[in-house]
């Protein structure tokens, strides 16, 4: 660490401060993350990490450690890309999804080289930072203890007319641009002291990129309308005189929320640092007893019951909580997300979609315009014929989403064709495939490095494009494939896509990914398993547990499971009430939460090791390695 770097941190501590460490971690792209440790004293597996706002940085939160006092944790706070002393244009990341990521590979990191289990994890984040941790927990859905988001940024004030629609205008016109914030210190909070140090401190940067402002309002859009996928237990604080963000879309999202415990707390006459304000002492009591009370025992306890029980319950928002009242204290268990089919917000979503819409809804006559709409386009479209003819979910229909390739009828029906393939599910389609391919690669390098041949199975290929791509990248190794699908015209098109590739080492075979039997019966046994794009098309988790099963037998101990994932969806309600799937019906998706997803797929023996996500949040990838059972 260099002297300049100690210097900058040495002017956010005081003699009597709790003393931390300054360290750097190589994110996946090389970029070198600087963050701060403060060690708990003596031995421990508990831990917290700190998220800071917009425009701040690590250092910010040292006097947060000092006055919340968790001296038998260890608390981590890190520098976000284009943040304090984190490489990068102030203000700027590639994404916001990119920030995401770099939280959770961040968060992974620090707890692995400490032994630190997620499950005693607890998050505190306020505003920019509260967003991200949400979508972090949301997306990627680490089985943390307990979060807490202070002013979350859902939706800043911009206060100038239309400048969401300015700053995608200014966009398009320049890629990689600028703006900086009209929030001054005395706008953030009461302590003249903390808006002193706020102005004079160089690390603190008002720029910020338009696209990560952009992304922004997308992902609180979508966290939002989403909450209910999240059910870690939350604690909120809102500002009551909030010069920065707006309080309406914190208290919805509060709201929705499926967390068995969460709680709200409101300070009237708080600016928008709710932990740098004057009375900062109660919010910061306020975190630590929460974040205790979900380590306790009791807590411990309740997780035991609710187990047991198979029962979630939800503590009421602004009320005093009695710390004898287990009841408060009831977790997310297992059993939750295993039967999320049957009762839930995910399920709510898809009653509510297989309903026809009121005749005086004006939605229903709005989705009723899209099918004339989409007929004419199948007149011309070849992907949009092809949808109306397989099912918009079939093989053959995402075969030609993955080619990418605009096809049609004359130079009209091309530029249809290629308005429906630049439609967000397309494109969260072909970066699933994208991931899908990555994932693979490590799964088949981890093989081939234990000098092992390698067999691939797909229980649901359909023409399996990314696995023939697969098979022509790795010809070097002993590698072959046996993809299986119940659709014979899959099967038949991917055997002519193989003779068009000049794939010999592939194999065809009609099989029912959801027959233990089958996929247990399949020669050779797999060291590899794919099933990609099949699980999202069913809302049903039992079809789904009895597919795992069988994986689970039929995958090598030690062997890998590439699995995908859609936990939202933009268009969820349009493709029900006006696509057809494969068998003629209505395409009405379940999105089950990542949680939900990850749960079915630890039960039946495999511990996830790696995911990836699209920047729209739609689509997942997950790695899992198959546990060896004593």
């Known amino acids: 660490m260099t002297t300049a770097v100690a210097r900058a941190a040495d002017r956010n501590t005081t003699a009597a401060s709790r003393p931390c460490e300054l360290r750097t971690l190589a994110l996946s792209d090389g970029t070198e993350l600087f963050y701060r440790v403060w060690p708990p004293r003596g031995e421990s597996d508990r831990a917290l990490v ?133 929030v001054k210190p005395r706008m953030l909070t009461h302590d003249a002291e903390q ?38 237990p939350t604690l909120m604080l809102v500002s009551g005189t909030d010069f920065v963000v707006r309080k309406g879309p914190q208290l919805r999202f509060f709201e929705r929320l499926s967390s068995p415990v969460k709680e709200c707390e409101v300070y009237p006459g708080f600016f928008h640092s709710t932990f740098f304000e004057k009375d900062r002492d109660q919010p910061i009591a306020r975190a630590r007893e929460f974040i205790l009370r979900m380590e306790s025992d009791g807590g411990a306890n309740a997780v035991a019951k609710g187990r047991e029980t198979g029962e979630c319950r939800e503590a009421a928002a602004n009320r005093e909580v009695d710390p004898s009242d287990e009841s408060s204290r009831v977790l997310p268990t297992a059993d939750c997300r295993l039967h999320a089919d049957r009762h839930g917000h995910s399920k709510d979503v898809f009653d509510r979609l297989r309903k026809p819409l009121p005749i ?88 081939a490095a234990a000098r092992r041949p390698v067999h691939l199975l797909d229980i649901a290929a359909g023409p399996g494009r990314y696995v023939l791509d697969t098979l022509r990248r790795h010809a070097g190794l002993d590698i072959a494939a046996v993809c299986c699908d119940r659709d014979e015209g899959g099967l038949a ?94 395409w009405v998706m379940r999105c089950r939460s990542q949680a939900e997803m990850d749960a079915l797929i630890a039960e039946a023996g495999f511990e996830k090791v790696e995911m990836l996500i699209d920047e729209a949040g739609i689509f997942t990838a997950s790695l899992a390695r198959r546990v060896e059972r004593s």
């Open 493 to 586: 098109a991917g055997r002519r896509l193989a003779e068009e590739m000049q794939v010999t080492n592939v194999e065809y075979r009609p099989s029912d990914a959801f027959d233990p039997r089958a996929i247990t019966a399949i020669t050779p046994r797999p060291n590899i398993a794919i099933v990609s794009g099949l699980y999202e098309l069913f809302p049903e988790n039992d079809p789904i547990r009895a597919s795992l099963g069988g994986l689970s037998a039929a995958v090598e101990p030690g062997g890998w499971l590439v699995y995908t994932n859609q936990p939202w969806h933009p268009q969820q309600e349009m493709i029900a009430r006006v696509l057809p799937n494969r068998d003629g019906e209505p």
């Open 195 to 232: 808006a002193r140090q706020y102005a004079a401190d160089p690390l603190i940067s008002p720029q910020i990129s338009v696209n990560i402002l952009l992304d922004l309002f997308g992902t609180s859009a979508r966290l939002v309308e989403d909450a209910g996928a999240i059910a870690v």
């Open 50 to 182: 700190l998220f800071h706002r917009g425009h701040e940085h690590s250092g910010r939160w040292q006097d947060f450690v000092d006055r919340v006092d968790l001296a038998d944790h260890w608390i981590f706070a890190w520098d976000a890309r284009g943040h304090g002393h984190t490489p990068g244009e102030r203000g700027y990341a590639p994404s916001l999804a990119r920030m995401i990521k770099d939280a959770d590979e961040f968060v992974r990191a620090v707890c692995d080289e400490r032994g630190i289990p997620l499950a005693n994890l607890s998050v505190v984040a306020q505003s920019v930072g509260a967003v991200l941790a949400a979508a972090w927990v949301h997306d990627y859905a680490p089985p943390i203890r307990s979060l807490v988001l202070a002013t979350p940024a859902f939706r800043v004030k911009l206060y100038v007319p239309l400048a969401i629609p300015g700053l995608r205008i200014l966009r398009k016109l320049k890629e990689k641009s600028f703006i900086k914030s009209y």
């Open 360 to 447: 005086t809804s004006p939605r229903r006559w709005w989705f009723a315009l899209h099918k004339p709409a989409l007929k004419f386009g199948g007149l011309l479209s070849e992907g949009i014929r092809t949808g109306w003819r397989t099912g918009f979910d079939s093989g053959e229909s995402l075969d030609h989403v993955y080619r990418d390739t605009a096809q049609g009828r004359t130079p009209l029906g091309r530029l249809i064709d290629r308005i429906y393939l630049d439609a967000p599910g397309w494109r969260g389609i072909r970066q699933r495939k994208v991931h899908v391919q990555a994932l693979l690669d490590r799964a088949i390098a981890e093989v």
